[in-house]
């Protein structure tokens, strides 16, 4: 079975939740939605304070090229502009909504019904993307409509799809492949459509043998599209790792997928492409999986953008008394809130309850010269010394190093015997190697 | 004797000569031709090396100062005007006299001030910290105590105060080189003069949040009422930004300013105790010196 060649390690999956259908749940009273929820330049408010919206309203505009439209998730008063505690743990501009019914706009269409007749050309799809707010939904929250815009100088020839889920604990892909496979097998034909491609390979791991044989079935009547089943190993749904599993192919140093030929997109993006497109709904909503050993209720959700997590976690049962840390996203790459009344937004993959005794870091030591950071990383990077360069701020060795080809998945922290934060460090060190080419290049 | 040492002997004896030879002419050809005053200058110099003066090192300050033959825009901060008026008397210059400085912590967020409203488990570092959230008590402008300021000092001059997680800075160790100041992620550390008799006053807050908000999260927070502003006669205080900022320039340490602050956010350092009656809103705002 295909699987990516260097590094990787193994944690534990988790998967409380594969089995747990996705659930609606009452609508909440209140909804923060942020102004900046995707990667690239916050977006631009266009509607008051005191309006009046409707579920699927345009309320803020993307400016910059990498930027997206935000809508309203529910219909309802506009009672305040301010300021709420988002993942980053600071505080941004965010539109609160006070809830009152659900009345949609017109223009979109809630019939159950899976359309698959793909009536957009190219460049209406391309164009539905960007303007009904469609980012990725893989946790990075890249504009959707930039990613597939390919640049003239590289070609498109292979659509990857990743229904990877390598983070444990987090099965929101999961049940959209089994509950929802038809809309996303549309929703590959449309992305297909969009880049020009005719080749599709949707990369799953063995650990869903379910949703394997699912969209298999579902996509045999088109001959493009190939279901790979992959061997599990974290991080393989980073997108180098995945290219490299399903083509054998290495994304150079530096360089973008596109220039393999591939584009990777997300299963969950893959729906919410085939909802603009095919039911014209922009992406108010997404699956997240409220998950954790000492939940009661552990569930997958079909949530409004700006839900807080707070009401999510009363869903789900209740705050556990054993609570150590609330995790958006995976205990891998996930970060720990600092507050409960922070909104679920277009990035929010999961909410992990994580008991206080897991929660612990363990006593920072020496380093062992072990190197097994070095055998774990899926970058070929040697975390070891790319940490000691941040720490001791030798920052033209640690960009020598490849510090920035680090994709963050923390691999190396994870297996630190010496609990070392590497990953931190690494973090820093990439911040500020960063922004020294950034002044490089202005001058 | 035996021919061979004797050989032995004189092919060695050789080789030597001609390595010297060689040598000599190498040492001459890449021979760095150095003003003598270089060194006079560097012999002067402290040698902490420590960077204060915005240079490499002791001797890269001594070579542009020889170079440009002029000391008026360089000064050596653990030197002092000791070191500035012997390197002027050494070249034959005038040597300006400047104020002594320090080290000042704008931050009076202590565990009792700001209390922890979460706990960061994370690697000790301020800049990590920072890069992560506003902090353990909320306030995104406030000290978060894991002490890269603290790592950086070449002269002890600096330590963390743990009860109170904050740091404090040893006035008489202290050369204000500046160090601490481009460590702090979050510029609460400013350079700003020692004052007459080691007297300073400042406003311990860099929070430019709104008032409503500043407070939420600590007791001792600056909210730019601006009543400070109109009570100095010196008109040495500006707001900006919900904050206010007294010009050390033209303070004159008449401490008017501390009285009328509400929040109890500006601190006076170094003075006598005052002979007042007791308020009993007493808040912890005397900054603790060593």
Known sequence: MKTFKIGGVHPEEH??????PITQIPLPAQVSIPLSQSLGAPSKLIVEKGA????????????????ANVHSSVSGKIVRIEEVTDASGYRKPAVIIEVEGDEWEESIDRSPNVVTEIALTKDEIIARIKSHGVVGLGGATFPTHVKLM????????????????????????????????EEVVTGVRILMKALGVDKAAIGIENNKPDAIAHLQKLSANYPGISVVPLKMKYPQGGEKQLIKAVTGKEVPSGKLPADTGCVVNNIGTALAVYEAVQKNKPLIDRVVTVTGESLTNPSNFMVRIGTSVDYLIN???????????????????????????????????GILLMSEKKSRRVVVQNCIRCARCISVCPMGLQPVFLAQYSEHQMFEEAEKA???????????????????PLLDYVRLGKNTVGTIIRNRVKK | MNTTILYAILTLSLLGVFSAVILYFIAQKFKVIEDPRVDIITGLLPGANCGGCGYAGCHALAETIVKTEDISNHKCPVGGNDTMKQIAKALGLEAKETEPQIAVVRCNGSRVNAPSKILYNGAASCTIAHSLSAGETGCPYGCLGEGDCVKVCLFDAIYMDHEAALPR?????????????????RSIIQLRNKGVKGRRVYVSCINKEKRGTARKNCNVPCIGCGKCVKECPFD???????????DFNKCKLCRKCVTVCPTGAILEVNFPPRKEKSDSTETIASAETV
């Not at chain 1, 995790?327 to 929010?348: N, Q, R, Y």
């Open chain 1, 315 to 349: 869903q789900a049962g209740g705050l556990p008394t054993d609570t150590g840390k609330v995790i958006s996203g995976g205990p891998m790459m996930g970060k720990a809130l600092t507050t409960i009344d922070s909104p679920v937004v277009k990035g929010t993959s």
């Open chain 2, 236 to 246: 040495a205080i500006t707001l900006q930004d919900n904050l206010a900022y007294i």
């Open chain 1, 402 to 420: 490849n510090i920035m080809d680090c994709m963050e998945c923390g691999s190396c922290q994870f297996t630190c015997p010496a609990g070392r």
């Open chain 1, 15 to 20: 998967k409380l939740t594969a089995n747990k």
């Open chain 1, 52 to 67: 009046q919206v409707k579920t699927g309203q345009l309320i803020a505009q993307g400016e910059s090229f990498i930027s």
């Open chain 2, 169 to 185: 800075v040893i006035e008489d160790k202290c050369v204000a080189c500046g160090a601490c100041v481009t460590a702090c992620p």
């Open chain 1, 150 to 181: 390919v640049p003239p100088d590289k070609k498109a020839e292979l659509l990857i799809i990743n229904g990877v889920e390598c983070e444990p604990y987090l099965t929101a892909d999961h049940r959209v492949m089994l509950e929802k496979g």
